[in-house]
């Protein structure tokens, strides 16, 4: 088991910036990957990016690409995203998962474990 809890969500003005930040516990090692998504009030949960503990390979949603950065401290065992640029419609409840595997995958339902969320919050 792997459980994962997201922190630094918060309330900020567009054109702002957020760092994201998810520990990982439990039993983990650096066969994972470990995802982004995000779920907006009335609309499915969306990828947002992905990293691999072992490679630090990298992949991102189109919305996000120039703006979001993932990356990974394999010493605190904690994912961090950060979030430049932040705009109105980034503004969702965002959820950090793990999946054994030493592949990027984008699928969530691919992912076995998940956070509880952390809320974004862009104003306009």
């Known amino acids: 088991q792997v459980q994962l809890v997201e922190s630094g969500g918060g309330l900020v003005q567009a054109g702002g910036s957020l760092r994201l930040s998810c520990a990982a516990s439990?039993?983990?090692?650096?066969?994972?990957?470990m995802g982004w998504f995000r779920q907006a009030p009335g609309q499915d949960r969306e990828f947002v990016a992905a990293?691999?503990?072992?490679?630090?390979?990298?992949n991102y949603a189109d919305s996000v690409k120039g703006r979001f950065t993932i990356s990974r401290d394999s010493a605190k065992n904690t994912v961090y995203l950060q979030m430049n640029s932040l705009k109105p419609e980034d503004t969702a409840v965002y959820y950090c998962?793990?999946?054994?595997?030493?592949?990027?995958?984008?699928?969530?339902?691919?992912?076995?474990?998940w956070g509880q969320g952390t809320q974004v919050t862009v104003s306009s």
């Open positions: 998962a793990a999946k054994r595997t030493y592949y990027v995958y984008t699928e969530l339902s691919e992912y076995d474990y």
């Open positions: 439990g039993r983990t090692s650096s066969r994972y990957c």
């Open positions: 990293i691999t503990w072992a490679g630090g390979s990298t």
